[in-house]
């Protein structure tokens, strides 16, 4: 990781850093052979953050919320582009810096909290049920298979059963019967706590 001295005293859209970095991180894969690198630094009035690019194998795609997010806020302040470039072996992202500290200050709106939560929500209970439905069309097969082939012995219980305990742990963690009311107050706390310090 490396980040220029002149950078840390740049103004830039809040949040916008922590969210390229995490990006970076979500999407691409290190080990010690083959460690990613990141670099921030400045050049033309703008923050670059740069990645080499070695990316996760997913079986699911990429949203772009994070991204979008970011050109979102850069559009209401200033008309100045976000670009991202894209090669076979780096990543980059360029965002504006802004020339004052005086400018408007953002906060993250209460409708773009609740929508990232209830997009992410969305998600969770779609996943689970793809799950379930998976779980039922296959072991239905499974049982029909057996019965119609060897119904002397029952070797569709395994399946059934473990797979079923997937299901069941599955959705307990979507819809939680202890809730999640832990998680909601230290969310909390650590909003106040950086709300003070701004």
């Not at 990429?62 to 991202?84: D, E």
């Not at 969305?122 to 049982?143: Q, R």
Request: aromatic fraction near 12%; charge should be positive.
């Amino acid at each position: 990781f490396e980040i220029e001295p002149e950078v840390k005293k740049a103004f830039i859209v809040p949040l916008s850093l922590q969210l390229l970095l995490e990006n970076c991180i979500k999407h691409n894969f290190a080990t010690e052979q083959k460690p990613l690198k990141i670099k921030v630094y400045s050049e033309n009035q703008y923050l670059i953050v740069e990645n080499n690019l070695q990316p996760r194998k997913s079986i699911h795609q990429s949203s772009g919320i994070g991204l979008n997010n970011i050109l979102a806020r850069y559009n209401l302040i200033t008309n100045k582009k976000v670009f991202i470039e894209k090669t076979e072996n780096h990543f980059s992202v360029k965002i504006p810096i802004l020339l004052t500290s005086k400018i408007k200050i953002m906060q993250t709106t209460n409708e773009n909290l609740a929508y990232d939560r209830a997009y992410k929500r969305m998600k969770e209970i779609k996943s689970f049920y793809m799950h379930l439905i998976t779980y039922l069309v296959m072991n239905t097969f499974f049982i029909c298979l057996n019965l119609y082939h060897n119904p002397n012995h029952l070797w569709f219980w395994w399946p059934l059963v473990g797979w079923g305990f997937g299901v069941v742990m599955n959705g307990l963690s979507v819809f939680s019967p202890f809730g999640n009311s832990w998680e909601k107050r230290k969310v909390r706390e650590i909003m106040e706590k950086e709300e003070k310090e701004i």
